[in-house]
C-alpha cells in the first residue's frame, strides 16, 4: 500500500468508516503480530497483546496527525503496549521454570509436527531462546527496544532512530551497552552459562573453551576494571 | 592479570567490519589473550543465539481476536459517527434557531441578521437535525488498595473510611490523611494517591478523564489512548501513555514523569512539554520526585479476592505483590494464590509471613507475623586497604607479644588467625583470636584490643575477613 493510500485509509477510520478500522487491521496485523513477538520471545500472551494494540489503535486514531509516517506511529504505540504487557507481566508472582509435564507435552507436540531437526533439538533451540529472552527482559526498557529492533527485527541503525524517535549516535550507544550486558549476563547466569558452553562447541574452530570458573580469563576479569 | 575485554573491537571483527590491518592485530591480540577469547566466544554465542531468534517462525492465529476486533472496530467507528452527529446536530440546532431569527428579521428589518447565516443552516438534512446530541456516558472506577484513613471527602458529614472495592464516581471527591490508596479508573489506567492529598474526579467518561488535585500527590500509570488530565491550577497537566506523579501545594505544581509524554498547560498554554525521563517544578523551592520514583499504581484484576492485613500496632509499612501500604489496618485486592507478606517496624526490623490467599479471600492474622533476621548486605574492602590501616599498629601489636614473651612466656610462638568483623560504618565490630585457648589472656586482650580499635573506610555492608597472625620470637 502507498503512503497515500495509508492517509487515505485512515482518513476514513477518522471520520467512523467501519470497514476502514478493519481494514487497518487486517493489513497491519502480521507487522504488528511480528513486533510483538520479537520483543516479548515465545509467550502465550502474544495474542493478547497483538488485540489490546489494535483495541488501542481504534481508540486513538483520532490523535494521529500524520506528522509522522502511520507506520512509525503503530510501532510506538505497539511499542508502549508491549512494554505495559511486560511490566504487568514482571510485577506477577511467577512460577517454577518449565515444569517436567509441560516439557514433555511440548516434546510430544514437536514430535507430531515433525520437521528437519528433531523434536529434542527443536526443544533445545526453544529453550535457549527462552533462556535468551530471560536475559533480554532483564535490560533496561530502552536497551532492550534497540536491541530487539537491531538482533532480532534486523533494522538499521537510521531506521531505529526514525521509528523510536532518537538520534543514530544514541541508538549506536544503547545497542553497544544492551550487547554488553547481554554478554556479561550469558555467562553469569547458569542458564545463559550452559547456552555460551553449548555454542562454544560449535564455535570451537573460532575460539578455545574455557570453563568460567576454572579460567585465567575469568580470574583476570573478576579483578578487572 | 587485569583486562577490560576489547568489545568494540570484537563486535566489529564479528561484523566484518574491521580493516585488513585492524583484523590482523585484533586476531593477534586474541591469540595471546584468554579475556578476549572468552569474549569473542560471548560475541558469536550470542550471535547464534540472534540468528535463531531471526528464523523463529512466527506463529500468530488471528481468529480468535477477530471478534473482538470487530466488535471494537463498529464500538468506534459509532462513537466517531455519533460524534459528528452531534455536532452537526449543534449545527442544526443553532441554524433553526438562526432561521427563526432570519424570521424574525424579515418582520424586524432594524435586527442585522447575514441573510447568508439562513442559507447555510437549511442545507443540514432534517433527518440529522433530529439526532440528539450523544453524551458520553461514564465510567466508574474502583479502589483496589487501602491503608489509613481515605475517606469520601465529598460526604463532609461522613468520616467512614472508604474500602476497597468502593467504587469511584465522577464529581467524587477523596481525602487522604495518613496512608495510601490505589485506584483503578479504566482498564489499565489507574492511580496511587499520597499521604494527606485531596484529589476530585472532575470528569470520568469513556472518552476522558479528569483529575483535579487539589493538596497532595497523585502517581498515575495511563494506558495508551487514554484521554488523562490532572488539574493542578493554574496547571494542566495533559498526558497519553505514561507514568508520571504530580504534586501540588498551593499554586506550587512540580511534576515527575518516569515513562511517557505530559504537556504541562496554563491558561490554554503550553508551559512545557515533557519526555520521559524529565522533571519540572513551578517553584524552585518545590522540588519534584526523584526520578524513577514514581509509584507503579495497583490495577483490578479479574478474579481478583479481598486481602486484609491486621491493625498491628508494631507494623509502620507493609509490602506485599509489589505494594507498599502504610501501616495499621490495610487492604487490597490480589489474585489468590501465595503471597509473602512482609511489614516493618519504627525501628526497621522485619516480619514476615508467607500467605496462601483463598478464592474466597482471607485476612492475615498479626500473631502470624515473625520477626525476621534482614540478611546483611556484604560489604568489600580491598586488601591494600585493610594493610594501611592495619600498618601504623603494628608496632603496638609486637609490643603485646614483647611484654607476654618478657614477663610470662619466654617460649611463646605460633601461628594464629585474628577474624576480624566490620560494620557499615568501618568501625571494627568484632575481633576473634581462632584457636585462642592457647593464647595468653593479657597477650590475647592486648591483641584484640588494638584491632578493635582499628578504622576502616566504609566497606558498603558488613563484612568479616581473616588475617594470618604468626608469632615468632626470631622475628625480631
Redesign the interface.
Known amino acids: 500500500m502507498s503512503e497515500d493510500e495509508v492517509k487515505a485509509l485512515v482518513t476514513r477510520?477518522?471520520?467512523?468508516?467501519?470497514a476502514a478500522?478493519?481494514r487497518l487491521?487486517s493489513d497491519y496485523?502480521?507487522t504488528v503480530?511480528?513486533i510483538v513477538?520479537?520483543v516479548m520471545?515465545?509467550s502465550p500472551e502474544?495474542?493478547d497483546v497483538?488485540?489490546d494494540v489494535?483495541?488501542?489503535?481504534?481508540?486513538?486514531?483520532?490523535?494521529f496527525r500524520g506528522d509522522a509516517k502511520f507506520s512509525t506511529w503503530l510501532y510506538r504505540?505497539t511499542a508502549?503496549?508491549t512494554k505495559?504487557h511486560l511490566?504487568k507481566k514482571k510485577?506477577r508472582?511467577r512460577f517454577a521454570d518449565v515444569p517436567v509435564v509441560e516439557r514433555m507435552e511440548r516434546l510430544d507436540h514437536l514430535e507430531r509436527a515433525g520437521g528437519v531437526e528433531s523434536p529434542a533439538e527443536a526443544l533445545a533451540?526453544e529453550e535457549?531462546?527462552e533462556a535468551?529472552y530471560r536475559l533480554v527482559h532483564k535490560l533496561s526498557?530502552k536497551k532492550r527496544e534497540v536491541l530487539v529492533l537491531h538482533?532480532?527485527?534486523?533494522c538499521t541503525a537510521s531506521e531505529i532512530a526514525e521509528r523510536v524517535g532518537i538520534p543514530v549516535l544514541t541508538v549506536r550507544t544503547r545497542l553497544?551497552y544492551a550487547?554488553?550486558e547481554?554478554?556479561?549476563a550469558?555467562?553469569s547466569e547458569p542458564s545463559g552459562e550452559g547456552?555460551?558452553d553449548l555454542?562454544?562447541d560449535?564455535?570451537s574452530g573460532?575460539?578455545?573453551?574455557?570453563r568460567?570458573s576454572s579460567?585465567?580469563?575469568?580470574?583476570?576479569?573478576k579483578?578487572?576494571? | 592479570?587485569?583486562?577490560?575485554?576489547k568489545?568494540?573491537a570484537l563486535?566489529a571483527l564479528e561484523a566484518g567490519a574491521l580493516s585488513a590491518e585492524g583484523e590482523r592485530r585484533i586476531r593477534a591480540h586474541i591469540a595471546e589473550?584468554?579475556?578476549?577469547?572468552?569474549?569473542?566466544?560471548?560475541?558469536?554465542?550470542?550471535e547464534?543465539?540472534?540468528n535463531?531468534?531471526?528464523s523463529?517462525p512466527?506463529e500468530?492465529?488471528?481468529d480468535?481476536?477477530d471478534l473482538?476486533?470487530?466488535r471494537?472496530?463498529?464500538a468506534?467507528?459509532?462513537?466517531?459517527?455519533g460524534r459528528?452527529y452531534a455536532r452537526t446536530g449543534a449545527l442544526a440546532a443553532l441554524g433553526l434557531v438562526a432561521a427563526a431569527a432570519a424570521v424574525f428579521v424579515i418582520s424586524r428589518p432594524a435586527m442585522e441578521v447575514a441573510p447568508t447565516d439562513v442559507v447555510a443552516v437549511e442545507t443540514t438534512p432534517p433527518e440529522e437535525a433530529s439526532i440528539e446530541p450523544a453524551e458520553v456516558p461514564t465510567i466508574e472506577g474502583v479502589v483496589v488498595a487501602v491503608s489509613g484513613d481515605v475517606t469520601d471527602g465529598e460526604n463532609e458529614s461522613s468520616d467512614e473510611a472508604l474500602d476497597v472495592g468502593a467504587p469511584l464516581r465522577e464529581g467524587a471527591r477523596l481525602a487522604l490523611g495518613v496512608g495510601v490508596t490505589h485506584v483503578q479508573v479504566a482498564d489499565?489506567t489507574g492511580f496511587a494517591l499520597g499521604e494527606q492529598t485531596t484529589l476530585r474526579a472532575e470528569r470520568l467518561r469513556e472518552n476522558e478523564i479528569v483529575l483535579a488535585l487539589e493538596g497532595g500527590s497523585i502517581s498515575s500509570e495511563v494506558?495508551?489512548?487514554?484521554v488523562y488530565d490532572v488539574l493542578a491550577p493554574p496547571y494542566r497537566i495533559r498526558v497519553?501513555?505514561t507514568r508520571f506523579e504530580v504534586r501540588r501545594e498551593g499554586d506550587k505544581v512540580a511534576v515527575t514523569l518516569d515513562?511517557?509524554i505530559v504537556e504541562v498547560i496554563r491558561d490554554n498554554t503550553l508551559v512545557r512539554h515533557m519526555e520521559a525521563p524529565d522533571r519540572w517544578s513551578s517553584h524552585e523551592d518545590f522540588v519534584a520526585a526523584e526520578l524513577g520514583s514514581v509509584t507503579?499504581p495497583r490495577l483490578a484484576e479479574e478474579g481478583a479476592v479481598r486481602l486484609e492485613l491486621p491493625d498491628d500496632p508494631r507494623i509502620v509499612r507493609w509490602r506485599i505483590?509489589?505494594l507498599a501500604l502504610t501501616g495499621g489496618e490495610a487492604a487490597l485486592t490480589a489474585l489468590p494464590?501465595?503471597?509473602d507478606i512482609e511489614g516493618d517496624d519504627e525501628r526497621g526490623r522485619l516480619y514476615r509471613h508467607h500467605f496462601t490467599l483463598m478464592p474466597e479471600g482471607g485476612a492475615l492474622a498479626s500473631a502470624d507475623l515473625e520477626a525476621v533476621r534482614r540478611p546483611a548486605r556484604q560489604g568489600h574492602l580491598e586488601s591494600s586497604v585493610i594493610a594501611e590501616v592495619m600498618r601504623p599498629t603494628l608496632r603496638t601489636m609486637r609490643r603485646c607479644y614483647e611484654r607476654e614473651l618478657q614477663s610470662n612466656n619466654p617460649n611463646l610462638a605460633g601461628g594464629y588467625r585474628l577474624r576480624v568483623s566490620v560494620g557499615r560504618d568501618g568501625r571494627v565490630t568484632r575481633v576473634q583470636i581462632r584457636t585462642a585457648d592457647d593464647l595468653p589472656p593479657p597477650l590475647r586482650n592486648c591483641l584484640v584490643r588494638t584491632a578493635s580499635g582499628w578504622r576502616f573506610p566504609e566497606p558498603g555492608g558488613v563484612l568479616t575477613f581473616e588475617l594470618p597472625l604468626n608469632l615468632s620470637a626470631t622475628g625480631r
Open positions: 477510520a477518522q471520520a467512523g468508516d467501519e478500522f478493519y487491521f496485523r502480521e503480530a511480528r513477538h520479537r520471545g515465545p502474544i495474542e497483538v488485540q489494535f483495541i488501542n489503535v481504534f481508540r486513538s486514531i483520532g490523535s504505540l508502549n503496549v505495559m511490566r510485577s508472582p533451540r535457549r531462546i535468551l526498557d538482533d532480532f527485527e534486523g553497544f550487547r554488553k547481554l554478554y556479561a550469558l555467562s547456552i555460551v555454542l562454544m560449535r564455535l573460532k575460539a578455545k573453551r574455557k568460567r579460567s585465567p580469563a575469568n580470574e583476570a576479569r579483578v578487572g576494571p | 592479570m587485569s583486562h577490560t575485554p568489545w568494540r563486535i589473550c584468554p579475556v578476549c577469547q572468552r569474549a569473542l566466544a560471548e560475541v558469536q554465542a550470542f547464534v543465539l540472534a535463531e531468534v531471526q523463529q512466527l500468530t492465529s488471528f480468535a481476536m473482538a476486533i470487530r471494537e472496530a463498529r468506534q467507528a459509532n462513537k466517531i459517527r459528528k489499565g494506558k495508551t489512548g487514554t497519553q501513555g515513562e511517557g507503579i505483590d509489589g494464590g501465595d503471597f
